[in-house]
C-alpha cells in the first residue's frame, strides 16, 4: 500500500481530506513539442488553402486520415462529424468563444482561432485525437505507455462524464502545477461508489488506448479532484484542454498552421 505521503493525486471532499494514489506520467507537453518540427520543416505543410479577414489570432488546417478513403464510410458524413468535433475542441477546449471549424473542398478543415495566440497548444488540441477513458483491468496494474485494444478491458468512465466547467490548470499551495476537475451529475456519485468499492484495486486511465496513469486506489473518491506531478504549466493547460474537450471522431494530420489573417 502506499502511504499518504507518497501520494501525487490529492482529491478533496465536502467535509473530508480522502487521497489517492496515483503518479502521472500523462506527456501531453512532450506531444506538443513533438509538433513543432511538422510545423518548421515538413514539406507536406503548405500555407493555407484559404484566408479569413479576421485580423489577429491563428489559422490551422488539417485532414481527417481518411478523409480520401472508405475508411470512415461516408466522406460527407466523416467531415460533418469532424468539423463539429474540432470547433467544439477549439470553443470548450481551447476557450475560444468566436472559433470556427470550416470544410474546404479539397478535403483539410479549417480552424479558425481569432485573438487566439498559443500555436503549440493549439495545434496539439486540434491534432490529438483525445479519447480519454477509465478502464476496468480487474484489479490489474498497467505500465504506463502500454498500448490496449479498444474493448480489451471494460470501459467505465469518459471524460466526457467530466464537468468542463470545473476543469482548469492552477498551482498548489506549493506553487506547483495541477490540474483540478470534478465529475458531473450521475457520474459523479458512480464514481465515488466505484472508488468505494474497488479500494485496493487500481484506477487505470488511458487516452487514445495508450495508458497514462495506473495506480492503486486508497480511498472512497468524491467531490473534487486535483492531479498533480505535472511537469510544467505548459503540461497542465495541455491535459485540461484534454479533459475538457470531446474527442475527434477520426485522427487528423496536421496540413498548417499560422497567422489569422495576415
Known amino acids: 500500500m502506499i502511504t499518504r505521503r507518497m501520494i501525487?493525486?490529492?482529491w478533496r471532499l465536502p467535509a473530508l481530506w480522502l487521497t489517492l494514489c496515483l503518479a502521472l506520467a500523462w506527456g501531453l507537453a512532450g506531444c506538443a513539442q513533438a509538433?513543432?518540427?511538422?510545423?518548421?520543416?515538413?514539406?507536406?505543410?503548405?500555407?493555407?488553402?484559404?484566408?479569413?479577414?479576421?485580423?489577429?489570432?491563428?489559422?490551422?488546417?488539417?485532414?481527417?486520415?481518411?478523409?480520401?478513403?472508405?475508411?470512415?464510410?461516408s466522406f460527407s458524413s466523416a467531415m460533418a462529424q469532424s468539423v463539429k468535433a474540432l470547433a467544439a475542441r477549439a470553443q470548450r477546449g481551447l476557450d475560444v468563444s468566436g472559433a470556427t471549424a470550416?470544410?474546404?473542398?479539397?478535403?483539410?478543415?479549417?480552424?479558425?482561432?481569432?485573438?487566439?495566440s498559443d500555436q503549440q497548444l493549439a495545434v496539439s488540441a486540434l491534432t490529438t485525437q483525445g479519447a480519454v477513458q477509465i478502464i476496468d483491468t480487474s484489479g490489474t496494474p498497467l505500465a504506463v505507455?502500454?498500448?490496449?485494444?479498444?474493448?480489451?478491458?471494460?470501459?467505465?468512465?469518459?471524460?466526457a462524464q467530466l464537468d468542463p466547467t470545473s476543469i482548469r490548470p492552477t498551482l498548489d499551495q506549493n506553487n506547483q502545477p495541477i490540474v483540478v476537475f470534478?465529475?458531473?451529475?450521475?457520474?459523479?456519485?458512480?464514481?465515488?461508489?466505484?472508488?468505494?468499492?474497488?479500494?485496493g484495486g487500481y484506477l487505470t486511465i488511458t487516452q487514445d488506448n495508450v495508458v497514462i496513469e495506473s495506480a492503486q486506489i486508497q480511498s472512497e473518491i468524491?467531490?473534487?479532484?486535483?492531479?498533480?506531478?505535472?511537469?510544467?504549466?505548459?503540461?497542465?493547460?495541455?491535459?485540461?484542454v484534454e479533459m475538457k474537450s470531446p474527442p475527434l471522431p477520426y485522427p487528423v494530420s496536421l496540413v498548417s498552421a499560422g497567422a489569422l489573417g495576415s
Open 222 to 240: 468524491d467531490g473534487q479532484g486535483e492531479i498533480t506531478g505535472l511537469q510544467s504549466m505548459a503540461a497542465a493547460e495541455a491535459l485540461a
Open 35 to 73: 509538433t513543432l518540427p511538422i510545423l518548421s520543416g515538413n514539406a507536406n505543410v503548405r500555407t493555407p488553402p484559404a484566408q479569413s479577414s479576421q485580423k489577429g489570432g491563428l489559422l490551422v488546417v488539417v485532414r481527417p486520415d481518411c478523409a480520401s478513403s472508405s475508411a470512415c464510410g
Open 182 to 199: 470534478e465529475f458531473q451529475g450521475s457520474a459523479r456519485t458512480d464514481f465515488a461508489t466505484y472508488t468505494r468499492d474497488n479500494q
Open 145 to 159: 505507455g502500454t498500448k490496449v485494444a479498444p474493448n480489451q478491458y471494460p470501459v467505465r468512465f469518459t471524460s
Open 8 to 10: 501525487t493525486r490529492r
Open 102 to 116: 470550416t470544410a474546404l473542398d479539397n478535403g483539410d478543415i479549417q480552424v479558425n482561432l481569432p485573438g487566439y
